[in-house]
């Protein structure tokens, strides 16, 4: 365009642009590429990833979230899609996988109707039609947790470890979740920062153990001192239990050998007085958060008393959540009233390294899970299952309600919405349509995950449908069951979330018809005298610097 004969530039011409069909092509093929990367995952009997970083450490896993967070994803669409995974991640601990995909299946059935003429604006106006009566759908479908609560909220811990950890300890697992979860339970409410997973490598998965209290990563600073001490009284310390260094630089002249061993004398006492505060106060079990001097450490194990130092802050806070005491910065301060009480402190050590535990702790607002496995994959995979199935607790518990898995509620949502979009004028009903197909793309993949026919599965999946709503697959017969019955369930968050959060990213998606990508530069320019290379060693270009 010119005006006056000269040009008039409206975009930059060092960016690149892609307008119309052509943008809107390359960001569906973007995010169909990342949910084809995570589709294999999905289900009981979905594979695994091996991730690599570029230091050579091996991730294994089939969590959608963790795969999509260690991928290196550049696309400006693609990363809008793996935003789906993070967003339902944190809301509500699961169901990531199967929004990816849901989310690609979304762009993939938009990108057929629109090259059969229909337009992106109509497609994006039956989707949101479609999400919010998906979503009251759902809500009529969820039952309460209300009776039965522990078993069901096993189930639903049972059901989200399944296919990544070992099923052969998905109860044990389970359970141990849910003990935690119910007892830090308050109001209602499960802050999952006050459980605290503590890896042991080199155990058996069996012996994962749930603790009511705490385990940190210390022990006695005397090799010698005993194991257990039972129904421990402890000091919680948050100031110094050594002499207070200066400030300032300053020097003591000392003339004569007698003044030397009076000094000594006096400091010593001083360390000794700060042990006998803690001595009077009753407490045998003392954790310091800062120096501890090893003439007060050895004072007090003398005396039976355990102590160790420089305990991390964090540990110091669920010490005071899981024992009830109250940290002291003013160990004069230090009563019987401030200390904290547990059933036993009990030291796994091995040399100058190893943990202690506080258990029985009645009460305790912090309690720990110790996930033991024979290898750091093996860990760090369990690792990964627990956090999914606490957070599916957490949700579970929060707002009372699940729906049935194995695909049962999603099939019954679609045959819902295609029932729904008959009452819906216009072509946004070819979009709700394709939206129900979307969610069929769930059961679909699960079964083609175990190696089932697809559409034998969906054949019997609708056809059971007529009669019981919560009909799901049973990957291990192939056959249409009642998930309720079999415990299969899932948290209604997951499934809302899911719905709200994969309509969405693909109605972003859809609304793009441009894109101004810059194109990358090494260097800001910067002016000749101030580069790098016009310097001479330290010195700036004509400045004279006496040598």
């Known amino acids: 365009m010119e005006k006056g004969g000269q040009p008039i530039i409206i975009v930059d011409p060092r960016k690149e642009q892609t307008k119309g069909k052509e943008a809107l092509s390359m960001n569906i093929a973007a995010?169909?590429?990342?949910?084809?990367i995570v589709k294999s995952t999905l289900g009981p009997r979905g594979m695994d990833k091996m991730l690599v970083n570029p230091l050579g450490d091996i991730t294994i896993t089939n969590d959608g979230a963790t795969i999509l967070h260690d991928m290196s994803i550049e696309h400006p669409a693609a990363k809008m899609v793996a935003e789906v995974a993070e967003s339902l991640e944190s809301s509500a601990g699961d169901g990531t996988t199967s929004a990816v995909v849901f989310t690609g299946s979304l762009l993939e059935k938009a990108e057929s109707l629109i090259e059969s003429g229909v337009h992106p604006t109509v497609i994006v106006k039956g989707y949101r039609l479609a999400a919010e009566k998906a979503v009251e759908i759902l809500e009529n479908l969820a039952v309460s947790t209300v009776e039965n609560e522990k078993v069901k909220l096993v189930e639903v811990a049972k059901t989200s470890i399944t296919g990544k950890?070992?099923?052969?300890?998905?109860?044990?697992?389970?359970?141990?979740?849910?003990?935690?979860?119910?007892?830090?339970?308050?109001r209602g409410i499960v802050d999952l920062k006050?459980?605290?997973?503590s890896k042991d490598i080199g155990g058996k998965i069996e012996d994962t153990?749930?603790?009511e209290g705490i385990v940190i990563d210390k022990v006695a600073l005397d090799k010698e001192f005993p194991l257990r001490i039972e129904n421990p009284a402890i000091a919680l310390i948050d100031t110094p239990m050594e002499i207070a260094k200066t400030t300032n630089k300053a020097k003591l002249q000392i003339n004569e050998y007698g003044d030397l061993e009076d000094f000594v004398k006096q400091e010593e006492a001083a360390l000794f007085e700060m042990a006998d505060y803690v001595i009077r106060a009753g407490a045998n079990a003392v954790f310091c958060s800062k120096g501890m001097d090893d003439k007060v450490a050895a004072y007090l194990q003398n005396r039976g008393i355990y102590a160790t130092r420089r305990v991390k802050n964090e540990d110091m806070q669920h010490l005071v959540d899981a024992t009830g005491g109250r940290p002291i910065r003013n160990i004069k301060e230090l009563t019987r009233k401030e200390l904290g009480h547990a059933g036993l402190l009990e030291q796994d050590r091995d040399g100058d390294q190893g943990k202690t535990y506080l258990r029985d702790c009645k009460g305790a607002k912090s309690v720990s899970i110790v996930i033991r496995g024979g290898t750091e994959h093996i860990v760090d995979n369990l690792e990964r299952a627990i956090d999914d199935a606490l957070r599916?607790?957490?949700?579970?518990i929060e707002d009372g309600r699940i729906v049935a898995g194995g695909g049962a509620s999603e099939v019954e949502v679609a045959l819902e919405l295609r029932t729904y979009s008959a009452s819906v004028g216009g072509r946004e009903q070819m979009a709700?349509?394709?939206?129900?197909?979307?969610?069929e793309e769930i059961?679909?993949?699960?079964?083609?995950?175990?190696g089932l026919d697809t559409i034998n599965t969906m054949v019997n999946l609708r056809a059971k449908h007529a009669e019981n709503k919560n009909a799901g697959l049973n990957i291990n017969t192939g056959a249409a069951e009642d998930m309720l019955e079999k415990g299969i369930v899932d948290p209604l968050r997951v499934k809302v979330n899911s719905i709200k959060s994969g309509s969405e990213a693909a109605v972003m998606v859809l609304r793009?018809?441009?894109?101004l990508r810059a194109q990358r530069t090494d260097m800001q320019n910067v002016k000749p005298e101030h580069m790098a290379s016009t310097y001479d060693g330290m010195a700036a270009p004509g400045l004279n610097m006496r040598r």
Request: charged letters at 25%.
């Open 432 to 439: 709700i349509r394709a939206f129900a197909d979307a969610l």
């Open 31 to 36: 995010a169909k590429a990342v949910a084809s």
């Open 165 to 186: 950890a070992s099923d052969r300890y998905n109860r044990l697992i389970a359970e141990l979740c849910v003990d935690a979860a119910l007892a830090i339970r308050e």
């Open 443 to 450: 059961p679909k993949t699960i079964a083609r995950n175990a």
């Open 209 to 211: 153990e749930f603790v």
């Open 392 to 396: 599916v607790i957490k949700c579970t």
């Open 512 to 515: 793009v018809d441009d894109m």
């Open 194 to 197: 006050n459980i605290i997973l």
